[in-house]
């Protein structure tokens, strides 16, 4: 049987799946300004992907089926972040209110 040429060779379509994640109170409360491992919205990444999370201002990382993944962060998330981290009030740092935003893995 002769191979097919490459012209007729279809890409496998990037399959990405949406993850929703929640940011609670609980993450909030128990979140660490600065840390891009212990902050509320990487406890959040971490119980969908136990095995990794990271997160800076501009990029998320985790690991899935033992790969990293990266991918840039919403608005949103930007936009807590930089609260959370100026504000040098703890309890109002804890009264923030947990939202939620997706991410796309394979």
Do not use: H
């Amino acid at each position: 049987m002769a191979a097919k040429p490459l012209s007729v060779l279809r890409p496998i379509p990037n399959v990405m799946k949406k993850v929703t994640i929640r940011v609670t109170a609980e993450d909030i409360r128990n979140g660490k300004p600065g840390s891009s491992n212990d902050c509320p919205v990487a406890l959040a990444l971490l119980r969908k992907f136990p095995q990794g999370a990271n997160v800076g201002y501009n990029k998320v990382g985790v690991i899935e089926s033992g790969r990293p993944f990266y991918g840039s962060t919403c608005a949103r998330v930007r936009k807590f972040i930089y609260w959370f981290d100026a504000e040098a009030d703890v309890a109002k740092r804890r009264r923030m209110r947990g939202f939620s935003f997706t991410v796309r893995v394979p």
